[in-house]
T-cell receptor, first 109, second 113 residues
Framework: GIQVEQSPPDLILQEGANSTLRCNFS?????LQWFHQNPWGQLINLFY???GTKQNGRLSATTVATERYSLLYISSSQTTDSGVYFC???????????FGGGTRLMVKP | NAGVTQTPKFQVLKTGQSMTLQCAQD?????MYWYRQDPGMGLRLIYY???????DKGEVPNGYNVSRLNKREFSLRLESAAPSQTSVYFC????????????FGQGTRLTVV
């Protein structure tokens, strides 16, 4: 099956700093989503981005499907950005999401 | 809108007991999914249902059964719980096509002792 790798696995930032999270995948995909899992365990949809670039406030994402990677940018980080960020992809042959291992982000005040 | 609703939120079972996790969505989605998340890991698919009346195995189906009761509801059953099934269980729903955006419930934290 498809492999999804996220980097870095852990990240510590000072409030106000910027960061880039990366998601690499091993095969062509029809769909890619970014999620934020908050400290209470809730999965929050950030972006549905099979290709191109999207922005939502301080967050933006870019997917280059032909090169099999996606990037999530967090600017001016806040303590509420802490949690785990997951990338999940959907391949052509099925309709299930395959998750990466996540990036655990801690933003310090 | 409620979105995807799971019950219960927490459950403790003894080894060998059975239970059913309930999931309902009000977004008129055709596809529904059950995932499990073990500590420090991403989510893994247990079963999914592409449409009412159909179910398929995911990556880790052993020890589980599912029922797509109607378009809104998708339940997950543990017939004989084992400690290895201690996990957080998430239900999700999405549109019917391959290019589906999935939405998740709040999760059920299950402990099997």
């Amino acid at each position: 099956g498809i492999q999804v790798e996220q980097s870095p696995p852990d990240l510590i930032l000072q409030e106000g700093a910027n960061s880039t999270l990366r998601c690499n995948f091993s095969d062509s995909v029809n769909n890619l989503q970014w999620f934020h899992q908050n400290p209470w365990g809730q999965l929050i949809n950030l972006f549905y981005i099979p290709s191109g670039t999207k922005q939502n406030g301080r967050l933006s994402a870019t997917t280059v499907a032909t090169e099999r990677y996606s990037l999530l940018y967090i600017s001016s980080s806040q303590t509420t950005d802490s949690g785990v960020y997951f990338c999940a992809v959907q391949v052509n042959a099925g309709n299930m999401l395959t998750f990466g291992g996540g990036t655990r982000l801690m933003v310090k005040p | 809108n409620a979105g995807v609703t799971q019950t219960p939120k927490f459950q403790v079972l003894k080894t060998g007991q059975s239970m059913t996790l309930q999931c309902a969505q009000d977004m008129n989605h055709n596809s529904m999914y059950w995932y499990r998340q073990d500590p420090g890991m991403g989510l893994r698919l247990i079963y999914y249902s592409a449409s009412e009346g159909t179910t398929d195995k995911g990556e880790v189906p052993n020890g589980y059964n599912v029922s797509r009761l109607n378009k809104r509801e998708f339940s997950l059953r543990l017939e004989s719980a084992a400690p290895s099934q201690t996990s957080v269980y998430f239900c999700a729903s999405g549109t019917e096509t391959l290019n589906t955006e999935a939405f998740f419930g709040q999760g059920t934290r299950l402990t099997v002792v």
